[in-house]
């Protein structure tokens, strides 16, 4: 049986980066994915991809975050080229609650210089297609982008398949067995052996059999619906909901990351009537010309949401060859090459950066 130098378990925008990165250094790679196609979350989420102001009181996270969105740039520097469109620079529009704004304010003058309070005069004069309250207090965020996950996804993976990686579809991982010198996965495709075991499969990562022990990421349900409309809004308005211009010129309104998620519906990845009224009505409340666009595509997408409210990269413990980089929740676009950078050095330099110690395995499952 071929043995591999690292295997992962997943087949999502992390995993995907993480196998072409490794591979990039001459390792061996199998990447296995349980679904009929690659990439369950990733393939179904689109939006923006940029440091969410929430997490600006945290200045190591919200400081790893904007060195993310520098690797996402990279990775649309060198990708889009040769690949498909994946991308679309939008300037993000955050409509706060004044006493969110009052908390953040402090802080991001020195989190991130791209962001500038306006006043709601100024924001209505920046989106006059969109409809903005006053009781608001705006930030806007000059450079960020829209990015298409399924888009993304393809252009790494043809990146996986000029590196040899070896990439199963319709493979799902059973138990992780340790051998002493390695460690054997026991497949739906029969046994797959490797030197290490990474598990990178999102809001399925916290399945015991693939741990051993209880790893705190849950699914947390976020819907969209795409619109075909004549117009699309002049800015990404981020609110209770978000209103993005679409890669390929539709409009996308998606659950918002704080307070239209859904994390009580467990794995049922289905779109509701309640979820999508609730996005339809934001959509047209929020840009008035939308009330005439058609909906072309309504999606479901688990993310992973972990207990400690950050990434979990590095070493689960107790185990010496079986890795974690999962838990990344509405953040995966933005920041899956950074992890695939850092967490691939750590394993083939030993050197952790680029890693915050919040993100390991060890302190967040053990406190």
Known sequence: MKRSDFALVGGGIVGACLAEELAATGAAVTVLDAGPAPGHATSRAAGPAA???????????????????????????????????????????????????????????????????????????????????DDRRYLLEK??????????????????????????????????????????????????????????????SGAAELTGRSVHVRPRREQLVTLTAGSVPSVILSA?????????????????????????????????????TALLRFAAAAMPALARAAPADLRCGLSPAPASG???????PGHQRLWLATGHAGHGLLTARHTARGLTTALTKGQWDTVPRMMCPTRALEG
């Open 51 to 133: 440091p969410a102001p929430r997490y600006a009181a945290d200045h190591v996270f919200h400081g790893w975050l904007r060195q993310a969105a520098h690797s996402l740039r990279d990775d649309v520097d060198r990708l889009e080229p040769v690949h498909h469109r994946f991308s679309a620079p939008q300037p993000i529009l955050h409509a706060l609650r004044p006493e969110d704004a009052d908390r953040l304010s402090p802080h991001l003058p020195a989190a991130d210089t791209a962001a500038q309070w306006i006043s709601p005069a100024q924001a209505a004069d920046l989106a006059p297609d969109l409809r903005l309250p």
């Open 143 to 204: 450079a960020a982008l829209a990015v298409d996950g399924a888009r993304y996804l393809a252009a790494v993976r043809a990146g996986c398949a000029r590196l040899g990686v070896d990439w199963r579809q319709d493979t799902t991982v059973r138990d992780v067995l340790n051998t002493g010198d390695g460690v054997e996965l026991a497949t739906t495709g029969g046994p797959v052996r490797t030197d290490i075991a990474i598990i990178t499969a999102g809001a399925w």
């Open 240 to 276: 209770a909901h978000r209103l993005t211009p679409g890669v390929t010129g539709d409009v996308i309104a998606a659950t918002g990351a704080d307070t239209g998620a859904d994390e009580a519906a467990g794995f049922d990845d289905r779109c509701d009537v309640a979820g999508i």
């Open 310 to 316: 950050r990434p979990l990269i590095g070493r689960v």
